[in-house]
Structures are given as C-alpha cells and as structure tokens.
C-alpha cells in the first residue's frame, strides 16, 4: 500500500461488518457516543493468537479498547 501498512495479519469475519461509532454531542455540550461494533464484538483470543503469528518482534503493536478485553489481554501478554 502507499501508506506502507502491512496487512498480512489482517483476518476478515465472514458475515461481520466493521465496526462504526457516532460521536454526537448532546444539548449540554456533552459527547454521547453509539457504537455499533460489528466484528470487533465477534472477535476471540484466537483470532489475536493469528494475529500476532504474522508479527515480527520490535513491530508496533496498537490496541482499541472497541474489542472483547480478553482480547487485549491476549495481546499485550
């Protein structure tokens, strides 16, 4: 890619849409945010474990709290 991302770690769930969320801000001037997590609601600890296979060490790593926190946890251990 031209933004010179890799992507070979990238899994697709079949059947999911990504995820989106909508940040309004209410009367008040105060955020209220819907999410609707689409995939990131659906993936597992296994889907991380096939993730991080592709990684190679030193590599960043980026983590959403959008996802299942055993997800997260998976990741940073």
């Known amino acids: 890619l031209a933004e010179g991302l890799e992507l070979s770690g990238l899994q697709v769930l079949e059947g999911e849409s990504s995820g989106t969320a909508f940040i309004l801000v209410d009367e008040a001037g105060e955020n209220v945010i819907a999410v609707a997590p689409g995939a990131n609601h659906s ?5 991380v474990e096939a993730g991080l296979a592709a990684a ?3 590599e960043w790593l980026l983590l ?6 055993r997800c997260v946890r998976r990741a940073l251990e």
């Open 56 to 58: 190679r060490p030193g």
């Open 43 to 47: 993936l597992a600890p296994a889907h």
């Open 64 to 69: 959403s709290m959008e996802l299942d926190p």
